[in-house]
């Protein structure tokens, strides 16, 4: 079997020492599938669940870290049709783009617009159908609405920050831990749609600062990713018929002591949601509809991809503690070489 580099993990998972540049099978194609020659690839926060392994896979899924990238089409599978060798794509895959070539779906991939570099295409997939989905197909958010979003200098946070603008929110409260990330995202660079309210979660009471926002309606869509700690202020956060969507527990999963009558009280509705886990067909009807209602924006700059720094694939020990060390604003990105 052809090989082919890749970032391994020693032993199967562990800390950031036991990633390692190493020899991997080549994948194959199956016949609605594209093998991907990897230009570029982005890190997520599950990327660090699973190379410490508590991030169980399903079945047939690639060991390889990573779920996003941006490349060239390299061969194409029996029954591909829309798709030719070299065009330059960027997408979404299960798993497996930590390396020089990935299997995908062919319904997975969208072409890469000439505008956009390799590492700007690598930082859209992941971040930006995370925060479409969560905004838009389950927030169901609409214009004149209030939004807040935790986590708002992540790559997922910065996405979703901006998309609530775009689609014209009234008010968009954001959360983060220091001052420079709040002047970020008050005041974002290039032309980016800066939020209207940034919030220092480790100071300031952030259900306090969203009553005095909205006049003390709360907010009708709430994004968060940290769980346990920012529960209780969460409810108090939403309005009537609020949404709540929660993508990540990052503080913890399991919280005591909470008054589900406030649930009725505000009618309100939370989702929890995955991408990663979800059907191919719902995947690829996401990134479709993705491809047309927002990408378009992406290109001609109404909205912007923001990159923290860029690795070569060498340094991805470095990268992860980066990612871990929690200092991005935006995305960190890692280019095979």
Known sequence: ?????????????????????????????????????????????????????????????????????????????????????????????????????????QSHIMPKPPQLSWVQAAAIPENWLTAFQALVVIGNLKAGEDVLVHTGASGVGVSANQLSRFIGAKTVLTTASTQEKLDFLLNMPKGGLSVTHAVNYKMQDFAEEVKKATNGKGVDVLID???????????????????????????????????????????????????????????????????????????DGRLKTYIHKVYPWTAIQEAHREMEADRNIGKIIAEVV
Not at 248 to 256: D, F, K, M, R
Request: net charge positive; glycine share 10%.
């Open 1 to 105: 079997m052809a090989q082919m580099r890749a970032i391994l993990v020693k032993n199967g998972a562990g800390p950031i020492e036991n990633l390692f540049l190493g020899e991997a099978p080549r994948p194959k194609p199956s016949a609605k599938e594209v093998l991907i020659k990897v230009k570029a690839f982005g890190l997520n926060r599950a990327d660090i669940l699973q190379r410490e392994g508590r991030y169980p896979l399903p079945p047939g899924v690639s060991q390889i870290l990573g779920i996003e990238f941006s490349g060239h089409v390299a061969e194409l599978g029996s029954d591909v049709t829309q798709w030719k060798v070299n065009d330059e794509v960027f997408g979404l895959a299960s798993g497996g783009t930590y390396a020089e070539f990935v299997s995908v779906p």
């Open 225 to 299: 990713f940290v769980g346990q700690s920012h529960w209780t202020k969460n409810i108090a956060s939403l309005a009537v018929d609020g949404r709540m969507i929660l993508l990540g527990c990052l503080s913890g999963a399991e919280v005591s002591n909470f008054n589900l009558a406030l649930l009725l009280y505000k009618r309100l509705r939370i989702e929890g949601s995955t991408l990663r886990a979800r059907s191919l067909e719902y995947q690829a009807n996401l990134i479709n509809r993705f491809k047309n209602e927002v990408l378009p924006a992406l290109v």
